[in-house]
């Protein structure tokens, strides 16, 4: 075999890989999304689940996750961005630093089940919050704390050196270098890792049913201060998020629907996840024009 018809070979084997992917993802969302748009209405978006009659929905299911994800994005957005910076800009090679990776390293490989028996009992039973919105935050938390890290470190040590040393030989100290130099021109990486970030935590199930728990009470949305036990910004509450709704339809529920109210939410979730994607790509190319 000469080496063009190697090339031709190899060629073709990555754009058979290349087109089977693709091939595999478009089946998979073009059979959610076809069975459940059928579903998907106003009323079924915005109305409580049913226990036992058909007919119920999905609309508290969809606020707790949203507001359960801007929850663990305020805990771990500020915690990355500084363990980013640290790990770009101030972290030498050394014992400690390889300890640091190897933490992150191993939390990011943690199976988010595991996440969620750890915060069953540290969230959940030595605070005494009980099954919480809080409580899965946290979880979230956990699971989503290494890729943050991550995404700010390359987007700190992708930023052009010469912008850097620039900034200091202007007399500008290190400090006002990384706030006002290198993360200004790391933003679009960052705002693009972040929101990726929060597409893939929306989807997250396994450690919220030890956590945020399985059930979710009657809000009163004309209740707004979280203090009050119904009011749903309360984060003390149960919060079923839709990805958990979905797998306590198929496993426990008694509705007559069951495969409708599943094929529905199933075809929402992928709805909101692939548009925090597109969004990321968006933003991305947007904020690199502007900058470019």
């Given at each position: 075999?000469?080496?063009?018809?190697a090339?031709?070979l190899?060629?073709?084997m990555?754009?058979?890989?290349?087109?089977?992917?693709?091939?595999?993802?478009?089946?998979?969302?073009?059979?959610?999304?076809?069975h459940?748009?059928k579903?998907?209405?106003w009323?079924?978006?915005t109305?409580?689940?049913?226990?036992?009659?058909?007919?119920?929905?999905?609309g508290?299911?969809i606020?707790n996750?949203?507001?359960?994800?801007?929850?663990?994005?305020?805990?771990?957005?500020?915690i990355?961005?500084?363990a980013?910076v640290?790990m770009?800009?101030?972290?030498?090679?050394?014992?400690?630093?390889?300890i640091i990776?190897?933490?992150i390293?191993?939390?990011a490989s943690?199976?988010s089940?595991?996440?969620?028996?750890?915060?069953?009992i540290?969230?959940?039973?030595?605070?005494?919050?009980?099954?919480?919105i809080l409580?899965?935050?946290?979880a979230?938390?956990?699971?989503?704390?290494?890729?943050?890290?991550r995404?700010?470190?390359?987007?700190?040590?992708?930023?052009?050196?010469?912008?850097?040393e620039?900034?200091?030989?202007?007399?500008?100290?290190?400090?006002?270098t990384?706030?006002?130099?290198l993360?200004?021109?790391?933003?679009?990486?960052?705002?693009?890792g972040?929101?990726?970030?929060?597409?893939?935590i929306?989807g997250?199930?396994a450690?919220?049913?030890?956590t945020?728990?399985?059930?979710?009470?009657?809000?009163n949305?004309?209740?707004?201060?979280?203090?009050?036990p119904?009011?749903?910004?309360?984060?003390?509450?149960p919060?079923e998020?839709?990805?958990v709704?979905?797998?306590?339809?198929?496993?426990?529920?008694?509705?007559?629907?069951?495969?409708?109210?599943?094929?529905?939410?199933?075809?929402v979730l992928?709805?909101?996840?692939?548009?925090?994607?597109?969004?990321?790509?968006?933003i991305?190319?947007r904020?690199?024009?502007?900058?470019?």
């Open positions: 075999m000469n080496a063009r018809t090339d031709k190899a060629t073709g990555f754009w058979a890989g290349a087109l089977t992917v693709i091939a595999l993802l478009l089946f998979l969302i073009g059979y959610i999304l076809y459940g748009a579903v998907i209405d009323h079924f978006l109305s409580p689940p049913t226990n036992i009659a058909a007919g119920g929905g999905i508290p299911q606020f996750s949203f507001y359960l994800l801007v929850l663990s994005m305020l805990i771990t957005v500020p990355g961005l500084l980013g640290y770009a800009e101030y972290a030498k090679n050394g014992p400690l630093v390889k990776r190897t933490c390293e191993t939390l943690l199976p089940i595991v996440v969620g028996l750890f915060g069953l540290i969230f959940v039973n030595m605070t005494g919050w009980g099954y919480s409580a899965g935050a946290f979230l938390s956990v699971i989503n704390l290494p890729f943050i890290v995404v700010t470190e390359e987007s700190i040590t992708g930023v052009q050196k010469e912008y850097k620039g900034s200091l030989a202007l007399g500008a100290t290190k400090w006002q990384i706030v006002k130099v993360l200004p021109t790391a933003f679009p990486g960052l705002i693009t972040f929101v990726i970030s929060a597409g893939r929306f997250e199930a450690a919220l049913l030890y945020a728990g399985m059930s979710s009470p009657n809000l949305f004309s209740r707004w201060l979280p203090t009050y119904t009011s749903p910004f309360n984060p003390f509450r919060g998020t839709l990805a709704h979905i797998w306590k339809v198929n496993s426990e529920s008694l509705i007559p629907d069951v495969r409708a109210v599943a094929d529905g939410s199933a075809a992928i709805i909101v996840v692939l548009l925090f994607n597109i969004l990321a790509r968006w991305g190319r904020m690199q024009k502007r900058m470019g």
